[in-house]
């Protein structure tokens, strides 16, 4: 599975901004799909998982209630939907391929997941 993730920009507090992670290779509408986040000097981060189905999410506690996480296994795309963004929001996000069956225990862990997109930056000003 090759993924490319794209759509960071610069966008000011309280703005909103989609990112959007784009699949090729392996069936990608059987795996649950994941992003990420890391800012310097820090371990990539979990924000967000969508099963395969798009019928289950689950987010990080910052972002719950902000951010959105969708799908499209007709287009091989998952999305990122960031709105009221803060300026700790700032980081490199990453789209990464799960399991095809969620496992609550370790789907925050960087391990459950075996391929990942190059990343793109979102930059929030105050």
């Known amino acids: 599975v090759q993924l490319q993730a794209f759509g960071g920009g610069l966008v000011q507090a309280g703005g909103s901004l989609t990112l959007s992670c784009a699949a090729s290779?392996?069936?990608?509408?059987?795996?649950?799909m994941g992003w990420f986040r890391q800012t310097p000097g820090k371990e990539r981060e979990f924000v967000g998982i969508?099963?395969?189905?798009?019928?289950?999410?689950s987010y990080t506690n910052s972002v719950k209630g902000r951010f959105t996480i969708s799908r499209d296994n007709a287009k091989n795309t998952v999305y990122l939907q960031m709105n009221s963004l803060k300026p700790e929001d700032t980081a490199v996000y990453y789209c990464a391929s799960g399991p095809p069956l969620i496992n609550i225990a370790t789907m925050r862990l960087t391990s459950a997941y075996d391929y990942w997109g190059q990343g793109t930056l979102v930059t929030v000003s105050s």
């Open positions: 290779g392996r069936t990608f509408s059987r795996n649950a």
């Open positions: 969508i099963s395969w189905t798009g019928g289950y999410t």
